[in-house]
C-alpha cells in the first residue's frame, strides 16, 4: 500500500509542478467554493494510477490543483464513501497521497441529519469532535509510519482552526452552531430510535462520511476543519422522510455562506 501511495503521488508530482498545503474534500455544500477555484490541473480520477472511482450522484470525481485567492489549493471533487462499497484503505487512500504530497491543513465538508433539538435545517455546524460508528476502522492493520499505533484523539479537530472559524464567522455576522457529528456507513438514514440513540450518545449529528478520512488525516499529522449542514432533522417530533435530492437542496441553499466561510478560512490559515 506505501508502494501505492508512493506511485500514485509521484505520478501527480510528475504532471503538475504545483505543491499547494492546502487541500479541501469538497463534500455536499461545497460546490460554489469549486467553481471559484482558479483550475490550473484537473484530473479525473478514473486517470490517477490507484485511485478508486466516484460513483455516487452529485459527486463528479476529479482532483484538482489550482489557486483559491492567493492560496494553491489541492481539492477533491467527490469523495469515496464506505457505503459504495469501497474499503476504508480506499476511502482514505487520497488523504494518505495528500500527505505524501506536503498537505498540511485539511478541510472537509458534508452533509448530515441534525439530532440535537436545538438545530434547525439550513444550520452550519463546525464539527468539534465525531464518534466513529463505521464498522470498520481506517487504521486497522500493520501500523503506518505516519503515526503513532495508537493515536491520541483527543483534539482531532484543529482547536486553532475552530477558533478562526469562530472568529470569521462572528466579524462577517455567520451564524452557526458547533457540535459532534457521528459517522455511520449508510446508505440507510436513520430510524428514528436510531436518531434518538445517536443524541442520547453524545452526537449533536449523524452522516456517512468524514470520519474515516479524519482519522488518517489525524494520523499523519493534517490538521483538519470539519463543516456539515444540517439538512434534516432527526429530531423527535419533526423527522420526516428524507431523500438523497431534498438533502442536495437543503445543502445548496446554504452554499453561498459556506463559500464565503471556507473561502476565508483557507486566506487566512497558514
Ligand atoms: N443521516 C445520515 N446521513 C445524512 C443525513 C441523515 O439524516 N442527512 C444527510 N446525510
Redesign the pocket.
Known amino acids: 500500500m506505501l508502494a501505492q501511495i508512493q506511485e500514485t503521488a509521484q505520478w501527480i508530482k510528475d504532471h503538475t509542478s504545483l505543491r499547494p498545503t492546502t487541500a479541501i474534500v469538497l463534500g455536499?455544500g461545497l460546490g460554489r467554493l469549486a467553481e471559484e477555484i482558479e483550475v490550473i490541473e484537473k484530473f479525473p480520477y478514473a486517470d490517477i494510477p490507484n485511485f478508486p472511482v466516484s460513483t455516487v450522484e452529485g459527486h463528479s470525481g476529479c482532483l484538482i490543483f489550482g489557486r483559491l485567492g492567493d492560496k494553491e489549493v489541492l481539492a477533491m471533487q467527490g469523495r469515496f464513501h464506505y457505503y459504495e462499497g469501497y474499503d476504508m484503505k480506499q476511502v482514505t487512500f487520497p488523504i494518505r497521497v495528500m500527505h505524501e504530497l506536503g498537505v498540511k491543513t485539511l478541510f472537509v465538508s458534508?452533509?448530515?441529519?441534525?439530532v440535537n433539538p436545538d438545530f434547525a435545517i439550513g444550520d452550519l455546524m463546525f464539527i468539534t469532535d465525531h464518534i466513529n460508528f463505521f464498522p470498520e476502522h481506517p487504521l486497522r492493520g500493520k501500523n503506518f509510519p505516519t503515526g503513532p499505533r495508537f493515536p491520541d484523539m483527543s483534539a482531532a479537530y484543529n482547536p486553532e482552526l475552530l477558533q478562526l472559524a469562530r472568529n470569521i464567522a462572528q466579524e462577517k455576522g455567520i451564524r452557526h452552531v458547533e457540535g459532534v457529528y457521528v459517522g455511520?456507513q449508510?446508505p440507510t438514514?436513520?430510524t428514528p430510535a436510531e436518531?434518538r440513540m445517536y443524541y442520547r450518545i453524545g452526537g449533536d449529528?449523524?452522516?456517512?462520511s468524514t470520519v474515516p478520512e479524519v482519522i488518517v488525516a489525524h494520523h499523519t499529522g493534517i490538521r483538519v476543519f470539519g463543516i456539515s449542514i444540517i439538512?434534516?432533522?432527526?429530531v423527535e417530533g419533526k423527522i420526516v422522510a428524507?431523500s438523497h435530492e431534498e438533502?442536495q437542496v437543503a445543502a445548496n441553499a446554504v452554499q453561498p455562506i459556506m463559500a464565503d466561510l471556507m473561502r476565508e478560512m483557507i486566506k487566512r490559515s497558514c
Not at 458534508?110 to 441534525?114: P, Q, W
Request: overall charge negative; glycine content about 24%.
Open positions: 455536499t458534508n452533509a448530515s441529519g441534525g455511520t449508510g438514514f436513520e436518531y449529528a449523524v452522516g456517512m439538512t434534516d432533522l432527526g428524507v438533502v
